[in-house]
């Protein structure tokens, strides 16, 4: 029997969506453990044992310091620990951020842009439709053509970017908006990958519908579940390990 790769759920104080990371990445084959921000900042030498790392998302520090801003510092401020996270991601290990864990991923420069607070200065709760870009060099949406379904809850979502069209480019636009833009993110951009492809970060919530039960009309179509990143995501740590 096949060994299921490892995959480290990253949660900080506040994070609420760890748990249902973990699950996401245990139906889609991986044995998820969950990890504190400060306990990796102790045993850096945990993220070298792992084949995926989900940075989960959820109010981290109730958002008060800034959205991701702290779980950031946290994740940063060791040099120990950022030079295995930056090994991480260069040994091409996949490794997911959502919501405040993409904040997170873009105030540690291990993806482009930044975030910034909703347009029109709401907090936004909502199920939105996201589709993947085809161009995209993600290996987290490769092979994905339906919209996913999935909710949002985000004060500060909005997606910028100096070059959109040059992002999309070169292929490092992973998610657009399909349903209508919650927030003003720039190009309806939903979600971003690095340039090599392995690294995603997405403001809604794709852990929050891994099955079709939690959809809000019930019974949704299985190509619309949130689990088929995960299942990508899974299956490239599984090709890594």
């Given at each position: 029997?096949?060994?299921?790769?490892?995959?480290?759920?990253?949660?900080?104080p506040g994070?609420?969506?760890?748990r249902?990371?973990?699950?996401?990445?245990?139906l889609?084959?991986?044995?998820?453990?969950i990890?504190?921000?400060?306990?990796?900042?102790?045993?850096?030498?945990?993220?070298?044992?792992?084949?995926?790392?989900?940075?989960?998302?959820?109010?981290?520090?109730g958002?008060?310091?800034?959205?991701?801003?702290?779980?950031?510092?946290d994740?940063?401020?060791?040099?120990?620990l950022?030079?295995?996270?930056?090994?991480?991601?260069?040994?091409?290990?996949?490794?997911?951020?959502?919501?405040?864990?993409?904040?997170?991923?873009t105030?540690?420069?291990?993806?482009?842009?930044?975030?910034?607070?909703?347009?029109?200065?709401?907090?936004?709760?909502?199920?939105?439709?996201?589709?993947?870009?085809?161009?995209?060099?993600?290996i987290?949406?490769?092979?994905?053509?339906?919209?996913?379904?999935?909710?949002?809850?985000?004060?500060?979502?909005?997606?910028?970017?100096?070059?959109?069209?040059g992002?999309?480019?070169?292929?490092?636009?992973a998610l657009r908006?399909?349903s209508?833009?919650?927030?003003?993110?720039?190009?309806d951009?939903?979600?971003?990958?690095?340039?090599?492809?392995?690294?995603?970060?997405?403001?809604?919530h794709?852990?929050?519908?891994?099955?079709?039960?939690?959809h809000?009309?019930?019974?949704?179509?299985?190509?619309?579940?949130?689990?088929?990143?995960f299942?990508?995501?899974?299956?490239a740590?599984?090709?890594?390990?």
């Open positions: 029997m096949t060994a299921r790769p490892t995959a480290l759920v990253v949660a900080g994070t609420n969506r760890d249902d990371l973990a699950l996401a990445l245990e889609a084959g991986a044995d998820a453990k990890v504190l921000t400060s306990e990796l900042a102790a045993r850096p030498g945990l993220l070298a044992r792992a084949a995926l790392v989900g940075i989960a998302g959820g109010f981290s520090y958002d008060a310091l800034g959205a991701g801003r702290m779980m950031a510092l994740l940063t401020a060791g040099s120990a950022a030079e295995a996270l930056t090994a991480f991601v260069a040994s091409g290990k996949p490794m997911i951020g959502i919501c405040n864990g993409f904040q997170v991923l105030r540690t420069k291990l993806l482009p842009g930044a975030l910034g607070h909703n347009a029109h200065g709401r907090f936004e709760c909502r199920w939105v439709q996201i589709e993947p870009d085809t161009a995209s060099n993600s987290w949406t490769a092979g994905l053509t339906d919209a996913i379904h999935c909710p949002i809850a985000h004060g500060e979502g909005r997606y910028v970017h100096p070059d959109p069209a992002l999309a480019a070169d292929g490092q636009v908006y399909r209508t833009n919650p927030n003003g993110s720039v190009a951009i939903a979600g971003v990958t690095n340039a090599a492809g392995n690294v995603l970060g997405l403001m809604p794709p852990e929050n519908h891994i099955v079709a039960r939690q809000p009309l019930g019974g949704a179509d299985p190509a619309n579940l949130g689990l088929q990143l299942r990508n995501g899974v299956r740590a599984a090709e890594c390990s």
